[in-house]
């Protein structure tokens, strides 16, 4: 248990239906980091904050994704009208004020959508 | 842009047996590397980490050498254990965390 927690840790929806995961960095955290990890391949990056602001996204992070960390503690991640390709294990990562090498992994959340 | 490439698995070996996993990086800088593990049903750990050329990075018997001049970091343990079975990712650091896809190892007993 690296002290980063993620809820839920699965999740099965329908097509089209709206999910929303929360991830809480482990205290005074100020980087937080979101993954997408699909079967078979690594973790491919989605975006990130430094405290509560959003320093960069990556391409995967479609018009229907949205991430926000809004008092720069805990931050949610929120898939808009599901597709089947957005099943994945979707990771959280923090890192602490003045070393970002290693980042501390939550579990995952597991999504499946039908 | 940046990436990690490292060898294709699954790869089977027996306990006690030496065990090397190639990995080979495209970056712009000198970034960090990492090698990360994912036991089954658990989430990503740090195994061992290099922050800069000639490094060696360390940890359950593990290690890994950052090589500049052949922009490698490949995995090596001298005696495997059946507990070592787990899938290994190679990554660097550029801010975001940049992982190679992994490699599944199984050692029988």
């Known amino acids: 248990d690296t002290g980063v927690s993620q809820d839920p840790r699965h999740k099965i929806t329908k097509r089209g239906q709206n999910v929303t995961f929360r991830c809480d960095p482990i205290?005074?955290?100020?980087?937080l980091y979101w993954y997408r990890q699909t079967l078979g391949q690594g973790p491919e990056f989605l975006t990130y904050f430094q405290n509560e602001a959003q320093l960069e996204k990556s391409r995967l992070l479609s018009d229907r994704f949205s991430a926000e960390r809004p008092k720069g503690s805990f931050s949610t991640l929120e898939i808009q009208r599901t597709e089947q390709g957005d099943s994945a294990m979707y990771l959280c990562?923090?890192?602490?004020?003045?070393?970002?090498?290693?980042?501390?992994f939550g579990p995952g959340t597991r999504l499946t959508v039908l | 842009g940046d990436s990690v490439t490292q060898m294709e698995g699954p790869v089977t070996l027996s306990e006690e047996a030496f065990l090397t996993i190639n990995c080979t990086y495209t970056?712009?800088?000198?970034?960090?590397l990492f090698w990360y593990v994912q036991y089954p049903g658990e989430g990503l750990q740090l195994l061992l980490k290099a922050t800069k050329a000639d490094d060696k990075g360390s940890n359950k018997g593990f290690e890994a050498t950052y090589r500049k001049e052949t922009t490698s970091f490949h995995l090596e343990k001298g005696s495997v254990q059946v507990s070592d079975s787990a899938v290994y990712f190679c990554a660097l650091r550029d801010d975001k965390i940049i992982f190679g896809k992994g490699t599944r190892l199984h050692i029988l007993p």
């Open positions: 970056a712009t800088g000198y970034p960090s």
């Open positions: 990562a923090s890192t602490p004020r003045g070393n970002h090498n290693e980042q501390f």
């Open positions: 205290s005074e955290h100020n980087r």
